[in-house]
């Protein structure tokens, strides 16, 4: 049946489309999770076009149930012997609207890909420390949504003398501040080098 074949082939697009647009933002849970950095930065050329990927989703998802809702004309049912057989679950709207929410969670996944990362732990600081803390701002390229940043600032909770840091993927920056006894500049910057992301510079701000 063209309409249900059609169907079928709207909604796979779909999918397709929405998953795509999410790449930028799943790779670094999937990296967190697979304990490998290396994949994260090579979809960050998805952010300019993830707005285009989401519309391109929509669009064809909604075809695909406009195509499932539609009235059957009288003509095609008596024309179409095959109208008559029952359809399979994957051409039910069941499995469209399964579908449908899938891809609805792959397009807003930015939105709470933090639930995946764990809280960074606190590291203790004395009354010492604020003797020889220092801040520094790091300029970040590759960052391309808040799973971005949770990515980065889950490598520097790990850095023993790190003390505070604010990552921003708006920006491209991290604000870190840190104990220059224990750990410097460079240390940093591997550290955030190695979520996938780039260090194109840094300044001393305090």
Known sequence: MINT???????????LAAIAASLCCITPVIALLAGS?????????????RPYLIGLSIAVLALAWYLKIKPAK????????????????????????????FAILMMTFPLYARIFYPKPKAQSTSLAVFDHKQQV?????????????????NELSKVNGVLAYVTSYATQS???????LKVDEKIIEATINKTGYKVKSYDVTQ
């Open 5 to 15: 074949k059609s169907s079928g082939t709207f909604t796979g697009a779909g999918v």
């Open 37 to 49: 950095s290396s994949i994260v930065a090579n979809f960050s050329w998805v952010e300019p076009v």
């Open 74 to 101: 009288i003509n095609d049912i008596d024309c179409n012997c095959e109208a008559t057989k029952k359809t399979s679950f994957f051409q039910s709207k069941v499995f469209l609207a399964i579908v449908t929410v």
């Open 137 to 153: 701002k790091f300029i970040i390229q590759g960052m391309t949504c808040q799973a971005c940043e949770e990515h980065v600032n």
């Open 174 to 180: 991290s604000l870190v501040t840190f104990d220059k």
